[in-house]
């Protein structure tokens, strides 16, 4: 008896989407580029490459910490704009991926022609991965306060005041003999 996953062919072209995977590949329809996805045909590859792209910043977003574990079926419609950006941002990294293959720069006795679409399109990803980082970092704090974890707690407070106790007397002034 071999491995199944050696003997046994799978068809791709079968699959079909549940109703959450399809409202996450018409958000991701919804914000790339018409010229992104034009080296790839229509229907199923298209769909697979879009919900690829909501896979990547669903990843993002459950392990940016505190970690979650969301799934592309169990997670919240209400944050689905916050998961646009951070598609968003992934299709911006993509695109300078993409202008990196392709830009040129030729010279030739004082006549000079550069195509540098990576630079412009770099400080675009920056700013766009900037603030995904930010409205991220944002949303697991309120995360982490909604539990009831955060400095101002009773619980924190406890064990802060117990970690400094086992410090001794030089843990409110390190030059102290």
Known sequence: MGDP????????????????????????????PESFLKGCNGGFDQDIRLLGMAALALVDFNQHPPCENFTMENFPLNLFPLLELGTGVYIQLFTQMKYSLIDISY???GLSIAVDRVGKTGQ???????????ILTNYKKCQISKLGLGLGTPRFQSNLSRF??????????????
Do not use: C
Request: charged content about 20%; aromatic content about 12%; overall charge positive.
């Open 107 to 109: 010279n030739d006795n």
């Open 5 to 32: 996953l050696r003997t046994t062919t799978y068809s791709l072209k079968s699959r079909t989407y549940s109703v959450r995977d399809q409202l996450f590949i018409q958000m991701t329809r919804s914000i790339v």
């Open 164 to 177: 400094i106790g086992m410090l001794g007397n030089g843990a409110f002034g390190w030059n102290i003999p």
């Open 124 to 134: 675009s990803y920056t700013n766009l991965n900037e603030k995904w980082e930010e």
